[in-house]
């Protein structure tokens, strides 16, 4: 049974802070791992991917990843109003079949 | 291009009431995905297809069919619905996965509540 942890929050950040949000996965066998954002009634969308261990970073958003404690992270630079949603990690195992997405961390920007 | 469309977009069936939920992409995707998301929780994946005529069970398939006639289209059939299939339903597609799953472009769901 393949397993994401995610904390479900809600995480609440000030505009501007940086927000942290973090996953861990129990497939040692995951070589790529995506981060999706879902507005509240909104269908998911891909923000970030990364396969490679380090950092990887795309505008306000840096994704990292560390295989050999299985954990992946996304920061969010410069925190805005618009960022707050639901953040779903998903490990890619690997094969055809679908993402294993975790429950997803709820994140509040505070004006 | 439309990318992934879905129908319908809210249903209310009865118990033992069965439906079709409409799935259709334009981008030429071999992988097409059903997940459904209950509240406060992640997705999980229903069925899956590789490309027409090839589908394949996912985590949670009970209680639910589909079929793959065309590249475009992946309907999920419910028989018998059950208060248990209360839940918003997304359909997803993706490009041909070599090394690495391609990214997920998902339609706007189905909300299905049975009473």
């Known amino acids: 049974q393949k397993e994401v942890e995610q904390n479900s929050g809600p995480l609440s950040v000030p505009e501007g802070a940086i927000a942290s949000l973090n996953c861990t996965y129990s497939d040692r066998g995951s070589q790529s791992f995506f981060w999706y954002r879902q507005y509240s009634g909104k269908s998911p969308e891909l923000i970030m991917f990364i396969y490679s261990n380090g950092d990887k970073e795309d505008g306000r958003f840096t994704a990292q990843l560390n295989k050999a404690s299985q954990y992946v992270s996304l920061l969010i630079r410069d925190s805005q109003p618009s960022d707050s949603a639901t953040y779903l990690c998903a490990p890619d195992g690997g094969g055809a079949d679908g993402l294993t997405f975790g429950k997803g961390t709820h994140l509040i920007i505070q004006p | 291009n439309a990318g992934v469309t879905q129908t319908p977009k809210f249903r209310i069936l009865k118990i033992g009431q069965s439906m079709t939920l409409q799935c259709a992409q334009d981008m030429n995707h071999n992988y097409m995905y059903w997940y459904r998301q209950d509240p406060g929780m992640g997705l999980k994946l229903i069925y899956y297809s590789v490309g027409a005529g090839i589908t394949d069970k996912g985590e949670v398939p009970n209680g639910y069919n589909v079929s793959r006639s065309t590249t475009e289209d992946f309907p999920l059939r419910l028989e018998l619905a059950a208060p248990s299939q209360t839940s918003v339903y997304f359909c997803?597609?993706?490009?041909?996965?070599?090394?690495?799953?391609?990214?997920?472009?998902f339609g706007p769901g189905t909300r299905l509540l049975v009473l």
């Open positions: 997803a597609s993706s490009a041909i996965a070599e090394k690495r799953k391609e990214t997920q472009y």
